[in-house]
């Protein structure tokens, strides 16, 4: 049993490893900065199932961390949350295979409504249709799944995390985010206990 949980750990381990590191990651954070710190709109994520788990993930960890960030569901965007989006956002889109098709409606519906808003993709598939409509498209080196079948999103979801930790990581840097801003957004619990105490607040 441990030699499988070896297994397991090794395999998501060199996936991580053989994310590619590019000049897309720079592209990434220089055009959410311009959009958000600069023009005052959002990061407005999306993605659907496993996926779309990421993409909420991301935009909870970098609304906490100084750059406005909102879930916009694939689905639920046809039944009035697309309104969510407005002038100078900028979308973030994660889709391993990069042809979920609520994720390519949704692309449509955002540019019928802001016809320039730029999209970041984060996708194994180089090749997709929603690859196409990125101006910024992260890939992921599109791992094997570590799943005995090769089906359920495992090592896609865990590499599509890390690019984005990666993207919040250089985004804190590139804003000089700090413990007292921090302390601010994310008062309660633990973390805001110890960002208080960093901050030299308590």
């Known amino acids: 049993m441990n030699d499988k ?32 710190h600069e023009l005052g709109g959002k990061l407005v994520t999306s993605g659907l199932g496993k996926a779309g788990e990421i ?6 960890t970098f609304s906490s961390t100084g750059t406005p960030a ?23 889109l994660v889709s391993n295979s990069g042809e979920t098709r609520e994720v390519l409606e949704l692309v449509d519906l955002a540019k019928r409504l802001y016809a320039d808003i730029p999209l970041v993709v984060i996708t194994a598939n180089a090749e997709s249709n929603l690859a196409g409509f ?18 359920s999103p495992t090592t896609s979801t865990t590499v599509m ?16 985010f ?9 008062h309660g619990g633990y973390l ?3 960002s208080r105490v960093q901050a030299g607040q308590d």
Do not use: W
Not at 5 to 19: K, P, T
């Open 70 to 92: 909102v879930f916009l569901h694939p689905a639920e965007a046809q039944h009035g949350d697309l309104g969510v989006i407005q002038p100078n956002d900028v979308m973030l």
């Open 161 to 176: 995390t890390v690019i984005g930790d990666a993207l919040i990581v250089l985004m804190m840097e590139k804003i000089g």
């Open 178 to 186: 700090s413990n007292e801003e921090y302390a601010k957004r994310h």
């Open 55 to 60: 993409a909420q993930n991301i935009s909870t």
């Open 5 to 36: 949980v070896r297994e397991v750990l090794r395999h998501e381990a060199e996936a991580i490893r053989n994310i590619p590191v590019t000049g897309a990651f720079e592209d990434a954070t220089r055009l959410i900065h311009h959009h958000v």
């Open 192 to 194: 805001g206990s110890k």
């Open 134 to 151: 990125a101006q910024v498209c992260l890939l992921t080196g599109d791992p094997a799944e570590v799943c005995p079948l090769g089906l």
